[in-house]
Nanobody, 114 residues
Framework: QVQLVESGGGLVQPEGSLRLSCAAS???????MGWYRQAPGKQRELVAT???????TYADSVKGRFTISRDNAKNTVYLQMMILKPEDTGVYYC?????????WGQGTQVTVSS
């Protein structure tokens, strides 16, 4: 079973920045890695994805503020978040898809508040 180890969550003020990291165990040849988030009382939503060929997709709400990247040698995906807003608050989940399976991280809390 693939393990996804997330780090980088925390408390940050509006207009601040934060970088999330997610490292997958083993060399598993992921097709897509990405990030979802879930605010209290709301459904989980897609934030950003990146393919093995470094093609990226972003939710409209984060375009221009967030940047997703990956290091294939480390099986690690990153999310650089800038100009953070209170509505960015939530639990952020790392996502990894191989050719035939999908995996989720445990989630890391991001709180944007003054």
């Amino acid at each position: 079973q693939v393990q996804l180890v997330e780090s980088g969550g925390g408390l940050v003020q509006p207009e601040g920045s934060l970088r999330l990291s997610c490292a997958a165990s083993g060399s598993i040849g992921s097709i897509v890695m990405g990030w979802y988030r879930q605010a209290p009382g709301k459904q989980r939503e897609l934030v950003a994805t990146i393919t093995s060929g470094f093609i990226t997709t972003y939710a409209d709400s984060v375009k221009g503020r967030f940047t997703i990247s990956r290091d294939n040698a480390k099986n690690t995906v990153y999310l650089q978040m800038m100009i953070l807003k209170p509505e960015d608050t939530g639990v952020y989940y790392c996502y990894l898809r191989t050719i035939d399976r999908a995996f989720w991280g445990q989630g890391t809390q991001v709180t944007v508040s003054s």
